[in-house]
């Protein structure tokens, strides 16, 4: 069996342990209809091939939601598949995506560290920063258009 080694940004919730209730923080008059915990982790497979098994996607990793990588993690790995499957050469699969998708899993871990902080100085300080990043002159055009763009995933390069 492939072994999953487990990356987390703060504290996931025990499985025993009660799903955050919004209510408390609400104003009055506040009627809650649904509210639906979600429970997300960053883990990644110790090994992604084992003999004619490969993995990919949310098989080989996952990663937190905050960077909007996790679909197109799957795809870039897909994508690399494929072509090194037609040549023959599923050796260089792993080697290959592993780096790129641990740099995204870290952005993502990274951001949801910032977006989730339990700190409310940290919070104010973290908003104000964001205000006048997106009003900089250069910086805010770019966040604005997503912020960090990379070509890293090697899979343009097959």
Do not use: I, N
């Not at 649904?34 to 990644?44: D, I, L, T």
Request: charged fraction near 25%; aromatic fraction near 6%; charge should be positive.
């Amino acid at each position: 069996m492939v072994g999953v080694a487990d990356v987390v940004a703060g504290r996931l919730l025990a499985d025993d342990e009660p799903a955050f209730d919004p209510r408390p923080l609400l104003p009055g008059g506040v009627e809650v209809v649904r509210c639906a915990e979600y429970r997300y982790g960053a883990r990644r497979a110790t090994a992604w091939r084992r003999g004619r098994v490969l993995l990919a996607g949310d098989a080989a990793h996952t990663m937190p939601p905050f960077a909007g990588q996790g679909l197109g993690a799957g795809v870039r790995d897909a994508w690399a598949l494929g072509a090194l499957l037609a040549r023959g050469d599923v050796d260089r699969y792993e080697p290959l995506r592993s780096p790129h998708a641990r740099a995204m899993t870290r952005l993502s871990l990274f951001l949801g560290a910032v977006l989730e902080t339990g700190s409310v100085p940290g919070a104010a300080a973290r908003d104000v920063l964001l205000r006048k990043a997106f009003r900089a002159p250069v910086l805010g055009p770019w966040l604005t258009r997503g912020g960090p763009r990379s070509t890293a995933s090697g899979v343009l390069d097959l």
